[in-house]
């Protein structure tokens, strides 16, 4: 016994040996701190990968069928759009600018109608749209610019009943001028093709029609209403605006931030907010590590006096208790990775599954924009989850191990 308390490479042995005779069920309840870490973990990594695919997600979607950048003429009819998309085409890392014409019109059938925001685009521009031309489930868009058609949602044509070839009414405010003033304009176009972009708000609102017709359709004339920048880095969106700045004094930019800056914020807050919640689960798990170890120091009392007497010191002994709580703490961490890692990876097919087996309707796409639970496991956060908890667990064993070792091995005796 005192070779091993005594030899230096042996005290591991000794102190783990100890440990976990310490932790045996009967001895100490060590399931139920190890089961709230073990929560506490596997909730932490399952809640930052959802964040983390909804961010993704929808910056995916959104930055897919609108711009990374949007130029504009200041105060000025927007005519030279053309030679400012040849300029902008020209900056390093840009992949397209797109000139667009906008307007908010309606659109009807025999069976319903609904509220859209008609774009007028070229095919050649719309075929560059990734959101749009890689998400088409019926149709097509070759011939676009002389089809004299429009493209719509799939959530839309659910609404309006109507597939390719089908025709639909569109109605703007913006008519023709007549001397009691200004007459709605409505004119049928068949549709020439559905997509589907998976977020439901986009599904539903916006309409393609080409450039030309659009012009004519919004009595815009030669004139558009933005050019819309597609970037190979979005992040690096402030390099842009200052090409632009250079290029032209008469142009004004805003960019994806400015514009989703609101609806990306949320997502980063909701993100931290339950971040530090589900925490919770964590720091709980640690005070029973504390109060768990401090009643096993109560139980142990003659046998930690036995061991000083024998000749182990009071670091010994406090490494022993610190021990357990290492134990305690990554055990639990590393069956929640494990769990919350496998959880993530499969959320999609749990919701499908439960879904079928209730008869429900888990994450609507309605409500939440995406037609998918989307989940993204990042490496960094799943790290810092597991050493905050492991962390957590040591330092909740401080105080009793602490304890333990400032035991005085006489008094213990006697007392006992």
Not at 222 to 244: K, L, Q, S, Y
């Amino acid at each position: 016994m005192a070779e091993i308390m005594n030899g230096g490479g042996l005290w591991k042995r000794f102190e783990w040996t100890v440990a976990l005779r310490y932790m045996r069920p009967h001895r100490i309840d060590g399931f139920v701190p190890i089961l709230g870490i073990m929560l506490g973990v596997m909730a932490l990594i399952v809640v930052t990968s959802v964040m983390n695919g909804f961010h993704r997600e929808l910056m995916d979607k959104i930055l897919g069928v609108n711009g990374h950048a949007f130029v504009q003429e200041a105060g000025t009819p927007f005519t030279d759009w053309r030679d400012v998309a040849a300029k902008l085409e020209k900056i390093p890392g840009v992949r397209a600018a797109v000139p667009m014409v906008e307007g908010a019109a309606a659109v009807s059938t025999q069976y319903s109608q609904s509220g859209v925001l008609a774009r007028g685009v070229r095919e050649a521009d719309l075929l560059k749209l990734p959101g749009i031309a890689a998400n088409i489930r019926e149709g097509a868009l070759d011939g676009f610019d002389h089809a004299e058609g429009v493209a719509i949602g799939s959530r839309l044509a659910e609404a309006l009943h109507v597939n390719v070839g089908d025709k639909i009414s569109l109605i703007t405010a913006k008519g023709d001028q007549t001397p009691f003033g200004i007459s709605p304009r409505r004119k049928f176009y068949p549709v020439v093709a559905i997509f589907q972009i998976g977020m439901s708000e986009f599904d539903t609102v916006f309409l393609y029609m080409p450039l030309a017709e659009a012009q004519a359709f919004f009595n815009a004339g030669n004139e558009v209403t933005v050019v819309e920048a597609f970037v190979d880095d979005p992040e690096a969106i402030d390099a842009f605006r200052i090409n632009v700045s250079k290029a032209s004094d008469n142009l004004v930019v805003t960019d994806w931030r400015q514009r989703n800056k609101t609806f990306f914020d949320t997502i980063v807050v909701e993100k931290d907010v339950l971040f530090l919640i589900l925490s919770l689960i964590v720091i709980v798990a640690a005070f029973n590590i504390v109060s768990g170890l401090t009643m096993l120091v109560r139980d142990k009392t003659k046998d930690i006096a036995i061991l000083r007497t024998m000749g182990a010191t009071k670091g010994s002994v406090l490494r022993i208790f610190l021990v357990i709580g290492l134990s305690i703490g990554g055990s639990g961490a590393f069956t929640g990775l494990v769990l919350g890692w496998a959880l993530a990876k499969n959320l999609e097919n749990l919701r499908m599954l439960l879904n079928r087996l209730l008869h429900a309707n888990f994450f609507p796409s309605e409500l939440y924009f995406l037609s998918r639970l989307p989940a993204i496991i990042d490496p960094h956060e799943v790290a810092f989850v597991v050493g905050m908890a492991v962390s957590l667990s040591i330092l909740a064993s401080i105080y009793p191990a602490w304890k333990a070792a400032s035991l005085d091995p006489i008094q213990a005796l006697r007392s006992e």
